[in-house]
Nanobody, 114 residues
C-alpha cells in the first residue's frame, strides 16, 4: 500500500487549507484512514480519522474547524482545515490502517503564520 499526500503550505492565521491523500495497492474494504501531525519537539498525534463506514473521530482542538472526508471508490481521504491557528503548524501525515497493518504517507508541511 502506498499513500500519496498533497496540499499543505503557508497560510495566515484564520485561513484555510485542504490536504488530500490517495491510497494505492492492496486495499481492503474495511479500513480507517486519517491524518496525524507532528510539531517540532512534540510527539505525533492523531488529528482526525474516518472509517470506511463514515464514522469520524477528531482531536479536541480541531473540532468544529477541521472536517475529514473520504471517497471509498477512489481510496482517497481529505482534510479541510478552516480557522487555522499558529498551533496547527506541523508536518501532517496521511495514515491508513487495515487488519494489523498501518501505512504512512510522506509528510506535508502546514505552517500557519502571519
Amino acid at each position: 500500500v502506498q499513500l500519496q499526500a498533497s496540499g499543505g503550505g503557508l497560510v495566515q492565521p484564520g485561513g484555510s487549507l485542504r490536504l488530500s491523500c490517495a491510497a494505492s495497492g492492496s486495499i481492503s474494504s474495511g479500513n480507517t484512514m486519517g491524518w496525524y501531525r507532528q510539531a517540532p519537539g512534540k510527539q505525533r498525534e492523531l488529528v482526525a480519522d474516518i472509517t470506511s463506514g463514515g464514522n469520524t473521530n477528531y482531536e479536541d482542538s480541531v473540532k468544529g474547524r477541521f472536517t475529514i472526508s473520504r471517497d471509498n471508490a477512489r481510496n482517497t481521504v481529505s482534510l479541510q482545515m478552516n480557522s487555522l491557528k499558529p498551533e496547527d503548524t506541523a508536518v501532517y501525515y496521511c495514515n491508513l490502517e487495515q487488519t494489523i497493518w498501518s501505512y504512512w504517507g510522506q509528510g506535508t508541511q502546514v505552517t500557519v503564520s502571519s
